[in-house]
């Protein structure tokens, strides 16, 4: 029966493997770098937004420069003009008009300081955002590679797991490695146990010691299991 105690060791290392690799996909370092990028997104964002507004900012004062030019030329031309009229509703009508361009122009003038007002913000948020930025960086260049070093290390962990399971099972029987395997797909960490009292190691249900007895009593030939899950008793 010593060879249940061969597959046992099998299963052990089966079972430090699957636990290594469920450790890989939830490392608390992966948590931390998923956060530590959520955060340089956002900052970037942020950045981008500003620069959106600063652009369209911009764009606005160039149209607007060009509408004040635009009033300026037809204020110097309808002065000009109002020098040369002598008719007093004419006059009147170009002291109307000038009027109005000015206050157009004046009106210019107001969105223009408005529109710097909100580059020069936006300018000073980015300028605050750019060394958030950096630092937001190099957490997502620390986090990333505590990550890569957390995988490492338990993908070495994996490999010589690996190896030792497969120095375990070359002294186990190809058949009962097959069984095992089969076994294992039902019950991963409980193809083949030790009893704990009367319990099975498995399934934790007790088995009668007249059971017991009988398996204690086999031959080397015959493998005992448990009676409730199959399970392999080594004894
Ligand atoms: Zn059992």
């Known amino acids: 029966m010593t060879v249940l105690s061969d597959l046992l060791a099998v299963q052990t290392t089966d079972i430090a493997i699957s636990q290594a690799k469920h450790r890989i996909t939830h490392l608390q370092e992966t948590i931390d770098r998923e956060a530590a990028k959520k955060a340089l997104a956002e900052i970037e964002a942020q950045i981008a937004s500003c620069d959106a507004e600063i652009v369209a900012a911009n764009s606005e004062i160039t149209k607007v420069d060009r509408l004040s030019h635009e009033h300026d030329d037809k204020l ?6 109002l020098k040369t009229v002598i008719a007093p509703r004419e006059a009147e009508a170009l002291q109307h008009e000038i009027a109005t361009v000015t206050t157009e122009r004046s009106a210019l003038d107001d969105r223009e300081l408005e529109l710097m007002g909100v580059v020069e913000e936006n300018e000073n948020k980015k300028n605050k955002l750019v060394p958030v930025q950096t630092s937001a960086k190099s957490t997502l260049a620390a986090a990333t590679m505590a990550l890569s070093s957390a995988k490492q290390k338990i ?4 490999a010589a797991l690996t190896e030792q399971r497969s120095a375990q099972s070359l002294v186990v029987p190809t058949s009962l490695m097959s069984t095992y395997e089969a076994k294992r797909k039902h019950r991963p960490d ?3 146990c030790r009893l704990t009292g009367p319990t099975c190691g498995s399934c934790h249900l007790d088995i009668s010691q007249g059971e017991i007895n009988s398996m204690r009593a086999m031959s080397e030939s015959e493998l005992p299991e448990c009676p409730h899950c199959g399970s392999f008793i080594v004894f």
């Open 155 to 158: 993908d070495a962990e994996i």
């Open 190 to 192: 409980g193809a083949v």
């Open 76 to 81: 110097v031309k309808l002065n000009k003009q």
